[in-house]
Structures are given as C-alpha cells and as structure tokens.
C-alpha cells in the first residue's frame, strides 16, 4: 500500500448537521461537519478520503489547464471550423475570417478579453442560432409547441427548456463542434414534450439524434475546454 499524505488544505464549515461530507469544487477542498464534531473525528475522515480528495483536485486541475485561456494563437472551433485567436492591441473589435478569430481591445488582461468575448458570442449566438433551432422543431413537429430561443451564459448548463416552451441555450456551444450543437439543440427541443429526462424523453433525442450518447460522452470529455 502506498503511503498516503494529504498535502491539501481543507476548510471546516460547520452546521446543524448530522454526518460528515467532502466537497472539491475549484480546487478546493471543503468538509461540511456537525457544529461540535471533535477536530480528530473530521481529520481521521479526511484522512480516510484523501485518495478520492487527491484524485477530483488533480481532475480538476486538468480541467482548469484544458480551459480556453483567451492567449494569441490559441485554436478554437467556431461554428465548427478551426479558428486561430489572434488577439492584439488596438480599438475593441472582434472579427471572424475562415480561419481567424482576431480580437482587438486596448485592454488585453483575460477580465477585458473575456467580457468582449462574451458579449459577441451572444451576439452571434442571437443571430446563427434561432433559426436553426426553429427549422429543427419544424422537422420535429414540436414548431408549435416551441414560444421562443434565448441565451444565457451559465456556469453549469449547456441548455434549459421552460414549461412554457421557452428554450434557454448557453452561447458556448458555438464553440463546440457541429454535431454537439444539433445535439444540445434537439436535447432541449426534446423537453417540450417530455420535461424530464425519463426514459421516452431519451427515446424521443436518440429518433432525432442517433449519436446522443457519443455527444454525451463528448460533452463530459471535452465540454469544459470551451469553457472561460
Ligand atoms: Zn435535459
């Protein structure tokens, strides 16, 4: 058995709890606990756990490293063709070649790059993506059950669908490639009919998308790499 020494700092939070729990998010490492839980209890539990603990903070490092870190030369997929960032100081502007993303700003720290960013995918977003998701629910007959296509850049979500038709989609799948696009599209469009993801809701994605499970797969491997 290999010697295990936990060389992560944790923060104790306690409550009116009963149990002991880990959690990493961030890299960082936080145990929920029992207001008068003894200090050895907690450490013995965190000991216990320290291979698990060690594993999700080098996961989520890997994550962090795989993230779009909005630098010159970086390559990203737009609409699903390869761009090259390109990013120099000048007036603000963005401007997209066949194979160039070139983004301009007389403020290049990541904060001012990520805001420009931002806001011009969701512009993008608002002008490439309602009609394909509207010529997708006329394909699906689910054009009338479909009130309307907004955007929202959320930290945890690819897509949402509201009990009154309404689909929500996060302007980052434009970064994703094509087929990843069509998929979120008709996953949310599935939810018109089927507000849960229960077994005919899967039925309904897979007759509309055959390849879900592989963009599912996808997501999980790659989603975070689109992330800023
Ligand atoms: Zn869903």
């Not at 009963?18 to 013995?44: C, F, M, Y």
């Amino acid at each position: 058995m290999t010697e295990i020494n936990h060389n992560f700092d944790y923060e104790v939070i306690r409550s009116n709890r009963r149990t002991l729990s880990i959690e990493v998010h961030h890299q960082k490492v936080k145990v929920r606990a029992p207001q008068g839980a003894p200090n050895d209890w907690i450490e013995g539990f965190v000991y216990q756990k320290a291979k698990w603990i060690a594993r999700k903070l080098v996961e989520q490092a890997q994550r962090d490293e795989s993230r779009l870190k909005l630098q010159d030369g970086e390559v990203i997929s737009f609409m699903g063709q390869v761009r090259h960032l390109t990013i120099k100081e000048g007036v603000n502007r963005i401007q997209l070649t066949d194979d160039k993303l070139q983004i301009s700003n007389k403020d290049l720290s990541y904060e001012s790059l990520k805001k420009q960013l931002d806001r011009w995918l969701l512009a993008q977003a608002k002008e490439r993506l309602p009609q394909r998701v509207e010529t997708m629910a006329g394909t699906m007959g689910l054009a009338r059950k479909l009130s309307g296509v907004r955007f929202r850049k959320t930290k945890t979500q690819w897509g949402h669908c509201t009990a009154k038709g309404i689909v929500q989609l996060n302007q980052l799948i434009l970064l994703t490639p094509t087929h990843i696009i069509d998929y979120l599209i008709v996953h949310e469009l599935c939810h018109l009919k089927h507000l849960n993801h229960s077994k005919r809701f899967w039925k309904l994605v897979e007759k509309h998308c055959p390849d879900y499970q592989q963009a599912e797969v996808w997501l999980k491997q790659y989603g975070h790499s689109v992330w800023f």
